[in-house]
């Protein structure tokens, strides 16, 4: 959650989130139109980019070098994409191919999966676990889990009654959110294992559509947006659960007569009973459209960040001890020229060619020899051709160094 990627009907842009006053501008691409999916690989200047215009067409690129590191074209439509420092995942409606990011090498392809519309997926962020989530069923809310590192199945995990909408790892890949459909429950289960762990309802009253959920790198809290205005976090703790002593208290009293109550009470009502509400909440100004949420540190302080798709970034104050209502402190523009123009005039480093075609022609400063080896100048071993029946490249992917595969917090 330190950078946001957005693609346009012009291109696509990188942002930096390291500023609450300011939304600094890493990089913009006008090479390729109308970009619906846009993966960085952390802080690195690996990039994965996808277009309509070519929907079954996968472009890597090293942005700060503006070379096209491979493409590679699918036998139907790419509906999402995700990658960490050890695997990258494709996602078609009745197809997953896990490639190694390294060489880009295609490893293993998942055909017998039910169809996937929406290209519903989850890639631990945490490459030591790379623990990929997809639903396992049309009808009900069946997750497959499987090991992106050794390439087998994990286990199903029987998570809701109706589909799945949502799924998200946390950042060691030890856990596992979800919710249906309906967007009423959202659970959280022990990865590889399984075992639920935590039960929060994001309310009763209606069916949503949630849109983001995700973790906070620490894991102590989650959130869930939909395509109402309400943004709900939740923390994950056990209350009561084993506690040694209750308190001689009137409230210690009733805790127990009402743990007590819900043992014979059905078993639908119960669950319900104990379940945690939200901890925190924020009311947004608009509803119906979809967001992205993440739970961050900006300036060592835990915030909250909605981006809207009507290109808008707001950024609220989250209390990690009381919680309550979120407090919105800045909105940034996200499709704004002037922005771009300041943040250009800052950057005093010299300009860098954004495409493979001006890299090409430049061949005499930049030879891509030497920022790619075991690519070939035309981007690949087998550009275009279709997988899974060819290998591709044969030599590792290279970015500036080492550092900027960031590690993995812990």
């Known amino acids: ?69 491979c493409n590679y074209s699918y036998s139907s439509n790419i509906l999402s994409i995700r990658l960490n420092r050890q695997r990258l995942v494709v996602c078609l409606e009745e197809s997953i191919y896990i490639h190694n990011i390294k ?82 429950v959202i659970r959280v289960f022990s990865i590889p294992g399984g075992q639920k762990l935590y039960e929060f309802r994001r309310g009763m009253k209606r069916y949503v559509n949630i849109s983001s959920l995700v973790f906070s790198m620490d894991s102590q809290f989650l959130c869930a947006s939909s395509n109402t205005e309400t943004v709900h976090i939740f923390k994950l703790e056990h209350l009561t659960d084993s506690r040694p002593e209750e308190p001689p208290t009137w409230s210690g009293y009733m805790g127990k007569m009402f743990q007590a109550a819900t043992n014979y009470l059905p078993a639908q009502v119960s669950g319900m009973m104990n379940q945690d509400r939200a901890f925190a909440t924020v009311r947004l100004n608009i509803s119906g459209q979809r967001n992205i949420c993440a739970l961050s540190t900006i300036q060592k302080l835990p915030r909250l960040l909605v981006t809207t798709s009507d290109g808008h970034l707001y950024i609220y104050n989250l209390d990690p001890q009381d919680g309550g209502e979120c407090v919105l402190i800045k909105k940034h523009s996200l499709l704004g020229s002037g922005k771009m123009e300041e943040n250009k005039e800052n950057d005093l480093r010299p300009p860098l060619p954004q495409s ?20 070939s100048e035309d981007g690949g071993a087998l550009r275009g051709e279709v997988i899974p029946e060819h290998e591709f490249a044969t030599g590792p992917v290279c970015l500036d160094d080492e550092n900027e595969f960031p590690p993995v917090s812990i």
């Open 1 to 69: 959650c330190s950078s946001l990627a957005i693609g346009t009907t012009t291109g696509y842009r990188l942002f930096s989130l390291s500023s609450v006053e300011q939304l600094d501008q890493v990089h913009e691409s006008n090479e390729i139109p109308d970009v619906y999916i846009v993966e960085r690989l952390f802080s690195s200047s690996l990039v994965v980019v996808v277009s309509h215009a070519k929907p079954q067409q996968m472009n890597v690129y090293h942005f700060k070098k503006g070379t096209e590191i």
């Open 103 to 184: 060489d880009m090498k295609l490893l293993k392809t998942i055909l017998d999966m039910p169809p996937n519309t929406t290209g519903l997926c989850a890639l631990s962020i945490n490459h030591a676990n790379s623990y990929l989530a997809y639903p396992g069923s049309v009808t009900s809310g069946e997750i497959a889990l499987y090991d992106g590192n050794t390439l087998k199945t994990a286990c199903t995990i029987p998570a809701h009654d109706g589909p799945l909408a949502a799924l998200a790892f946390n950042s060691t890949g030890s856990k596992l959110a979800s919710a249906s459909e309906k967007g009423t």
């Open 356 to 375: 493979y075609a001006a890299t090409v022609a430049r061949q005499s400063t930049v030879p891509s020899t030497s920022t790619m080896p075991g690519y």
